[in-house]
């Protein structure tokens, strides 16, 4: 059973660009939440998507955006982006409103 | 808005040994979850504990136990018989069962070192 995967592993991007970040969900899964993770701190909640909606999102400004597909993968859209965006972006999958299981995270950076 | 707080930066404790890592939050809520989660330097963020704020009992997975002290809004994880696989970074996390909210809220986390 394939737990939460995140493509690609890595990125480098310029300021200004935008970029899109992949998650596929724990098998069985529904719900998927996205994190942000600066160097040296704890994840920051962007938001969460449940039915392809956006159920609740954290204090993140519009640049960041995501997409749930019916099969219940998502992305996350970053537009404009500004050097403070460079962190670790993690994904977390669960069934509804039970338990949360992460992916390896996709590493962005931005020169 | 609820707050995590870890205070300790960084652990450190010998093979074998007992440590305990601190957490405190704020909230105004009642019912909530409290997690601990285990981030390895493969950067996967792993659940190690969850306590149920209902729940007077402290909850215990094998080595890890935790001491949830909810008037005082205290909730410190007790790593019994350390051993050097569980060198990572440790996360106290606080979710919401008021609303919608499913969003963890996390503190800074600690670091811990075991010494072989």
């Known amino acids: 059973d394939a737990g939460v995967t995140q493509s690609p592993t890595h990125l480098i991007k310029t300021r200004g660009q935008q970029v899109t970040l992949r998650c596929s969900p724990k098998?069985?899964?529904?719900?998927v939440s996205w994190y942000q993770q600066a160097l040296g701190q704890g994840p920051q909640f962007i938001f969460q998507?449940?039915?392809?909606?956006?159920?609740q999102r954290g204090n993140f400004p519009d640049r960041f955006s995501g997409h749930q597909f019916p099969n219940y993968s998502s992305e996350l859209n970053v537009n404009a982006l500004l050097l403070g965006d460079s962190a670790l972006y993690l994904c977390?999958?669960?069934?509804?409103?039970?338990?949360?299981?992460f992916g390896p995270g996709t590493r962005l950076t931005v020169t | 808005a609820q707050t995590v707080t870890q205070s300790q930066p960084e652990m450190s404790v010998q093979e074998a040994e007992t440590v305990t890592l601190s957490c405190t939050y704020d909230?105004?809520?009642?019912?909530?979850?409290l997690f601990w989660y285990k981030q390895p330097p493969s950067r996967q963020m792993i659940l190690v504990i969850r306590?149920?704020?209902?729940?007077?009992q402290n909850a215990t997975e094998n080595r890890f136990s935790v001491n949830f002290q909810k008037a005082a809004k205290s909730f410190s994880l007790k790593i019994s018989d350390s051993q050097l696989g569980d060198a990572a970074m440790y996360f106290c996390a606080y979710r919401s069962l008021e609303g919608g909210a499913d969003g963890l809220t996390f503190g800074k986390g600690t670091h811990l070192i075991i010494q072989p």
């Open positions: 977390a999958s669960s069934f509804y409103r039970y338990e949360q299981y």
């Open positions: 909230t105004s809520e009642s019912d909530y979850y």
């Open positions: 306590q149920e704020a209902y729940k007077q």
């Open positions: 998507y449940y039915e392809e909606e956006e159920r």
């Open positions: 098998s069985g899964h529904d719900t």
